[in-house]
């Protein structure tokens, strides 16, 4: 069942858990904002239901309140920065606009973020750099508990370590955003399934046995021995080398680290985020990159729906299409998720109050 909250008033609960927390007023609005977007835009596995891992991160002082970044390198087209612990919603859109401001004045930027706490939805960054005209790419690893195992492998050996591509075509309202985990499914959508009590297609996870399972809890909560399961990449073989990839210019090449150590189970959430910001108004090629964008687009539309289907869709449309749906309608949070987000609230000394 579940409730359905307008997302101001679910902003405005957001921002007093993390107001509690220690957070100065504008940054826990600024949380608040991009985790209410997150499920504004049909992620509801990087939106609030995030907020009591927040809550128990700052606990333990793994989340470090009212930390920005911190400039470890600034030539221009480079910057490497290191995020201090700090909430990852701040770290990364101070990252963005650094790292705008830096490839509209040299045409280029590559910006690395190391030490962030959980970023959140990658997306966001690409559709703030597209909103300024830039491409970006984006190469993200996670360092917290493994969840995705490798291909061929029994167990979780590093994180979903997302890949996000944005590029500023279409009118300016309908950028092309490609985010997604390089696991065949985010871990924050097995939380939301387990917690409505849906199971997961085969093909998606295997046990902590090594065996195959359609029940997302083997990787939400311990099973037996308090062992995990693990998801499986996307395209086997293939996704699983983007995610190592990932893991590598994310944590490797960023500085911040990947992860080879034993599992623990702390609640904190690191990532690295390696970004490359490219202007084609400097490169050279804006009106032949749009022109060619908006007949590439107009091509693939061209193609009749498969049967069965709506037609085809870009990346970033489906995004956009929840947003404006949900935006009149509310924002649904599952019962199960209710519940933790109020037990969370109380741990940080506050109550929750959507009447």
């Known amino acids: 069942m579940g409730r359905v909250i307008a997302a101001p008033l679910l902003r405005g609960q957001v921002a007093a ?28 596995s990087h939106g609030v239901g995030m907020v009591p891992r927040y809550v128990d991160a700052v606990l333990e002082g793994g989340l470090k309140p009212n930390t920005g970044v911190q400039v470890l390198l600034d030539t221009g087209p480079l910057l490497r920065l290191d995020g201090q612990r ?43 750099v597209v909103a ?29 370590n997302p890949c996000c591509i944005g590029l500023p075509v279409g009118d300016g309202n309908s950028p092309f955003i490609l985010d997604f985990a390089t696991s065949r499914v985010a871990q924050g959508k097995m939380r939301v399934a387990h917690n409505e ?14 065996q195959p399972s359609t029940d997302p809890g083997v990787v939400v909560v311990p099973q037996s021995g308090g062992l995990f399961g693990a998801l499986m990449t996307f395209g086997e073989h293939k996704g699983f080398g983007l995610a190592v990839a990932c893991e590598l210019l994310g944590g490797a090449l960023t500085g911040g680290g990947t992860w080879h150590q034993p599992a623990d189970d ?34 693939l539309r061209q193609s009749p729906p498969a049967p069965g289907g709506a037609g085809v869709q870009l990346p970033g449309e489906p995004e956009r299409k929840a ?30 109050d959507v009447s």
């Open 17 to 44: 858990i993390i107001a509690a927390l220690g957070s100065a007023p504008q940054e826990a609005a600024q949380v608040a904002d991009n985790l209410v977007l997150a499920n504004l835009s049909g992620h509801d």
């Open 86 to 128: 700090g909430f990852g919603q701040i770290a990364g859109e101070q990252a963005m606009r650094m790292g705008i401001e830096r490839a509209s004045r040299h045409g280029v930027c590559l910006v690395s973020l190391a030490g962030s706490h959980h970023l959140g939805r990658i997306g966001h960054f690409a559709e703030m």
């Open 132 to 160: 300024s005209g830039l491409v970006s790419l984006h190469f993200v690893n996670v360092l917290a508990r493994p969840v995705v195992a490798p291909f061929g492998g029994g167990d979780g050996r590093f994180g979903t």
């Open 197 to 210: 009590g849906r199971r997961i297609p085969e093909g998606y996870l295997i046990d902590e046995r090594g």
């Open 266 to 299: 702390r609640r904190a959430v690191l990532n690295g985020m390696l970004t490359v910001l490219i202007s084609p108004r400097l490169l050279g090629t804006q009106s032949a990159f749009e022109a060619e964008a908006r007949a590439f687009e107009r091509w």
């Open 323 to 352: 947003k404006a749906m949900r935006l009149v309608q509310g924002i649904e949070i599952d019962d199960a998720t209710w519940v933790e987000l109020e037990a969370a609230a109380r741990r940080a000394g506050v109550r929750l």
